[in-house]
Structures are given as C-alpha cells and as structure tokens.
C-alpha cells in the first residue's frame, strides 16, 4: 500500500473514476485528499504523473481509526468492516470470486466485505454476494478508514505462493481460511441483460442465420503480449469446422497472409472487435457464446463464470495454476525447450514480451509457437465433443 497527494489543486480520471484533489495544507490533515493504492498502481501512477502526483509517508500507527490487518479470520468481530485492496487483471480478479464469497460465508452476519479495485474493473463484481461495497482504487483515505480490518494484495508477484499455488487457493490462504472450506472453485458471474445492447443484437443475428452452429469465440490477443498468438493457429479451426461458427473478438485482418487476408472474406469468420467497445461489452461476448478458444486469461476465466466451455493454450503458466478447479475449461500446455527458457518459465507480466522470442527476432512467444496445429485441432474437436 502506498499513498499520494497532489502539488496543486487537479481533477482527474483514474482507472475510470474521477477525483478532485488538492494538495495538503500544513494547517490542516484532509484525509479526502489523500489517495491510497496497491504498491503497483501507485507506482505506475506516479511516475506517469510525476509533474503533479507525489508520494506520501506517514505514521499509520499515529491513526487510531487505521484498519489492521487480522490475525486470524475469527478475530474478526460482529459489525466489522472488512476491507480487501486488490488491483489486476480481469483474470485474477475473477479467480477472486469463489474466495470472496467464503470469506463472506466466514464472517459473522453483520460483517461487511468492502471490496476496492480499479473502477473499470467493477463489472467484473456485477451483483456478487460476496461484496457489501465496491470501492475504487485508488481510494481516498478517508474511505479507508472507515475500515475496520484490512487485506493489502499489493505483493503478489514476489510472494513464493502467489507464484506455486492455483489463485484461488492463494486468496483463501490469504484471508487464512482452509483451501477445503471453498466447496466451488468455479467463479460464477450473474447474467447482466442491460450490458451489450449492441453486441447482443450482433450475436442474435448470427444465431439466427446459423440456428444449428455453435457460435465459437476466437480471441488469440491478450492483455500481455507474453500471450498473443498469430491469428492463423486459430483461423485454422475455421476451416477444419464448417459447421462451426466463430467470431473474433479482435481485429486481425492485417496479420493474416494470401487467402485469408481479411475475415470478414471467410464465411465461417466473423470479426465483431468493432462491436466491442467497454468491458461490460466484452463480459457479455462471453455471457452469449456457446464456448471460447483463447490465449488470454480474461477469456477463459469469463467462459468459467458463466458456465461456458474453453479451451486454452497455455506457455509461460502451468495450467492447472489457473483452471485446475474448472468445470468446463479444457487446456493445452506447451512442451517447449528454449536456449533461454523452457515451458513454463513462470513468467507473468513484462511489456517486452518473451525474452527467449526477443533473442530469437520472433514476435510471439517460442512456447505458444510450439503447439502443432493438429494438436489445436484434436482438443477442440474434445471440447465440443465433450461440453456440445
């Protein structure tokens, strides 16, 4: 956790959330002009904004009202504010929800569970039971305060655990509840009509035209570019699978070489990223398919929730890391022997991309490059055969 203030009065849009700052006066402690984030998201913020954000540091203990982290889950009493600070991806903030919804369970009755992410990410948390209140991050200290009891995921990455054991196991270890006392590890998200207007009537058409085809996601992009793919490794599904329909969720035309220059052309390839504009459009792709095929985590952990099949390849993270509880969610994990890596390597985030496919002059990760196309097609011919 760390905290920041402004040099000068500003209004700003954060992670989808706007705030009107001004800087500390040294006669008076504002709390409302005081931010508070998870490690990472500050220091991103802060140097990005360097000309106007700074950095903040005082004696949390000097505030009586600052929320401590429990001891043990029953230390925590009737009437408590529970308030959990966890920035990510969509993928790790799903694998969230079984937890949250346990840990509501362990809690007495009249506990509450505040929940504080990124404003974006908040339809991720549509109607969950698991949640009292949903905060922003960064929030302000003074809505910080108002908590009783705290849980800070701001240290992930360099925690041996978050690294070696499936994430939901991992937030169950964190909030010191027994990985046994989660029943369901499978996330569930409620169905939300009044998202995707739009999109809903894309798809709705496509289903009308092709009533007896499954309507199959392509999505070969993630948010990381350690998990792109080349187009082709799925626009071959395409063609193995007539009586298959697919959409892509992301614009690939200008990748695809010769004949299949553009998507649009194939007639078993719709391309729908223009429809795609928010993520509560993207939560819906998902809530209105029949099943995925994906490198990105979003995807697969989407189609979990709303009890739709997967299937994914996976390179620098073991599967069952991910999906080791899910129902419907098949894998492929890639057996690959680099000069600098091997598969996995564990390698979760780096704007660069894959160190061994940057000393080879490769734009895509050597792992998920090793994948034969038949194998592709075996484990997705499994998928519908099994979940169809």
Not at 43 to 67: I, K, N
Not at 213 to 221: D, E
Not at 281 to 293: A, K, N, R
Not at 357 to 368: A, E, F, H, M, N
């Amino acid at each position: 956790m760390r905290f920041m203030v402004v040099n000068r009065a500003a209004r700003a849009e954060i992670f989808g959330q706007s705030y009107d700052l001004k800087p500390l006066s040294p006669r008076q402690f504002e709390a409302k002009n005081i931010l508070v984030s998870d490690s990472g998201s500050a220091g991103e913020l802060l140097q990005r904004h360097s000309s106007v954000l700074l950095e903040a540091s005082f004696d949390t203990s000097a505030l009586p009202a600052f929320p401590r982290t429990p001891k043990a889950i029953d230390r925590i009493t009737a009437g408590s504010k529970v308030l959990i600070l966890r920035a990510g991806g969509v993928g790790d903030l799903v694998m969230m929800l079984p937890a949250l919804k346990t840990l509501k369970h362990s809690l007495p009755n009249d506990a509450e569970v505040w929940f504080a992410t990124q404003k974006e990410k908040h339809p991720v948390f549509h109607m969950n039971p698991g949640i009292d209140k949903l905060l922003p991050l960064p929030l302000t200290l003074d809505q910080l305060i108002e908590a009783d009891f705290l849980f800070d995921f701001s240290y992930n990455i360099d925690n041996r655990d978050f690294n070696s054991m499936n994430m939901t196991d991992y937030y169950l270890k964190c909030f010191g509840l027994d990985e046994k006392s989660c029943h369901d590890k499978s996330p569930l998200i409620p169905p939300n009509p009044s998202n995707g207007y739009r999109l809903r009537k894309v798809i709705n058409k496509l289903k009308k035209a092709s009533p007896h085809k499954a309507l199959i996601v392509l999505q070969c992009h993630s948010s990381n570019p350690l998990r792109n793919l080349p187009p082709g490794m799925f626009f071959q599904l395409a063609e193995y699978f007539p009586d298959v329909r697919f959409v892509s969720a992301t614009h690939f035309s200008e990748e695809l070489p010769g004949d299949h220059a553009d998507p649009l052309l194939h007639k078993n390839i719709k391309d729908i990223s223009a429809d795609i504009r928010s993520l509560e459009d993207y939560i819906t792709l998902f809530e209105v398919c029949d099943g995925v095929v994906s490198t990105d985590t979003a995807a697969y952990h989407l189609a979990e929730a709303f009890g739709k099949p997967s299937l994914t390849i996976f390179g620098p993270i073991s599967s069952d890391l991910r999906i080791r509880y899910y129902r419907k969610a098949l894998a492929i994990d890639a057996s690959y022997e680099g000069k600098t890596c091997s598969a996995p390597c564990g390698l979760h985030k780096t704007k660069e991309g894959c160190p061994d496919s940057l000393s080879r002059g490769i734009g895509y990760s050597p792992c998920l490059l090793s994948v034969e196309p038949q194998t592709i097609k075996s484990a997705f011919k499994q998928m519908l055969d099994q979940f169809m």
